[in-house]
């Protein structure tokens, strides 16, 4: 056997060696597959549902006079999963939330449902639909409002809840927009999937 055909020998067992060590290693790094609860759940990713979401919050938001607002905290987005950890242990099932709480000016507490009323107004004529909802305390109530011909999939999946709280004393107050999206099959709560989603 000449040189040559030894080391071509060589070569072809020294890279099917790395061929098998990159197999072995790429199996031992795959995740490994999660099972989507049985549901039915549309045919939507997280990140698709994300911004139709974070929209309806900003559109609710600029319906509130902008005379009577104090401020506007940092609003608070993210995922949640949608069913109990024992039906969903990988918490694959997921939807996107994100929620503001629009401070009033102190002299507007007293009339802090009554602006609430307007901005239901204002998307009831738009052909949403009003349904009054269990409020944040035993005696308040909160309105969900829905919209299933609301342009693309995601949009019309999303629910916006508006909430008045005012202070016991009367003397502050607030209204709260939140807004969840579709709940949509994930790669689950500790994915790359959700993770890089809350970054954002």
């Given at each position: 056997?000449?040189?040559?055909?030894?080391?071509?020998?060589?070569?072809?067992?020294a890279?099917?060696?790395?061929?098998?060590?990159?197999?072995?290693?790429?199996?031992?790094?795959?995740?490994?597959?999660?099972?989507?609860?049985?549901?039915?759940?549309?045919?939507?990713?997280?990140?698709?549902?994300?911004?139709?979401?974070?929209?309806?919050?900003?559109?609710?938001?600029?319906?509130?006079?902008?005379?009577v607002?104090?401020?506007?905290?940092?609003?608070?987005?993210?995922?949640?999963?949608?069913?109990?950890?024992?039906?969903?242990?990988?918490?694959?099932?997921?939807?996107?939330?994100?929620?503001?709480?629009?401070?009033?000016?102190?002299?507007?507490?007293?009339?802090?449902?009554?602006?609430v009323?307007?901005?239901?107004?204002?998307?009831?004529?738009?052909?949403?639909?009003?349904?009054?909802?269990?409020?944040?305390?035993?005696?308040?109530?909160?309105?969900?409002?829905?919209?299933?011909?609301?342009?693309?999939?995601?949009?019309?999946?999303?629910?916006?809840?508006?909430?008045?709280?005012?202070?016991?004393?009367?003397?502050?107050?607030?209204?709260?927009?939140?807004?969840?999206?579709?709940?949509?099959?994930?790669?689950?709560?500790?994915?790359?999937?959700?993770r890089?989603?809350?970054?954002?």
């Amino acid at each position: 056997m000449d040189v040559a055909t030894q080391s071509g020998r060589a070569l072809v067992s020294a890279l099917a060696l790395v061929l098998s060590i990159a197999t072995i290693t790429a199996c031992a790094q795959a995740p490994a597959r999660l099972t989507v609860p049985p549901g039915d759940y549309p045919d939507l990713t997280l990140a698709e549902s994300k911004s139709p979401v974070q929209l309806l919050r900003n559109e609710a938001v600029s319906r509130i006079p902008e005379a009577v607002v104090l401020n506007t905290p940092s609003n608070i987005d993210g995922s949640q999963a949608c069913l109990s950890a024992s039906e969903d242990s990988d918490g694959v099932i997921r939807r996107w939330t994100s929620a503001v709480d629009v401070n009033l000016r102190l002299s507007e507490a007293p009339h802090t449902q009554a602006i609430v009323d307007g901005v239901l107004a204002s998307f009831t004529d738009d052909g949403w639909v009003s349904q009054m909802v269990e409020g944040s305390k035993d005696d308040t109530e909160a309105y969900l409002l829905t919209n299933s011909a609301a342009g693309t999939a995601s949009a019309s999946l999303a629910k916006l809840r508006i909430e008045a709280i005012v202070a016991i004393d009367g003397a502050s107050s607030f209204i709260r927009v939140e807004v969840t999206g579709p709940c949509v099959a994930t790669d689950g709560a500790d994915s790359a999937e959700v993770r890089d989603l809350s970054k954002l």
